[in-house]
């Protein structure tokens, strides 16, 4: 059995017209956001084998902040160029190329792939995947490399705004 928890990234700031896409940083709301998910995580003992991020600032802040609230070893970060402004295509290779050691693997990462890999690996339609949300794909399977469309099952589908009363 393996799981992919696939967490989009908090939410982050367009304040600052100087800075591109890629060197938004998270704002308060995502700040507050990512320690809620965080606790959630720690909660139901999630700990993950291998964490893929996305290096864009707001997912890296996001993978650290996370990281540091479940007690996890920042040695298992491993940053991927292939999850920012990337395609289904490059996440499954990662995927694939995932050693079977791990069983428990994060991928951090953007819309609006993201939601497309999980909408295409469980076969659910998710419309969209919210800042700071956490969707686990569960695949029973022994190897990475047998994860193709519509071979897993969402586990459970957590987000920030689900915590809070209107």
Request: hydrophobic residues 35%; aromatic residues 10%; charged residues 30%.
């Amino acid at each position: 059995m393996k799981k992919i928890y696939f967490i989009r990234h908090a939410k982050s700031s367009d304040k600052d017209d100087t800075l591109d896409d890629f060197s938004r940083p998270l704002n308060s709301r995502g700040k507050n956001d990512v320690t809620l998910m965080a606790k959630r995580l720690k909660m139901f003992d999630v700990m993950p084998d291998i964490i893929y991020t996305s290096p864009a600032k707001r997912a890296l802040k996001t993978t650290k902040e996370i990281v540091k609230e479940i007690d996890c070893d920042k040695k298992k970060i491993v940053l991927c160029e292939a999850l920012y402004e990337s395609d289904y295509a490059s996440y499954l290779e990662l995927i694939h190329q995932t050693d079977d050691e791990h069983n428990s693997v994060f991928i951090i990462a953007h819309n609006p792939t993201l939601t497309e890999v999980a909408e295409r690996l469980s076969g659910a339609i998710l419309s969209n995947i919210p800042t700071c949300a956490i969707v686990c794909i569960t695949f029973d399977i022994k190897s990475f490399k047998e994860i193709h469309e519509e071979s897993g099952h969402i586990l459970f589908f957590d987000y920030p705004k689900k915590h809070f009363k209107n």
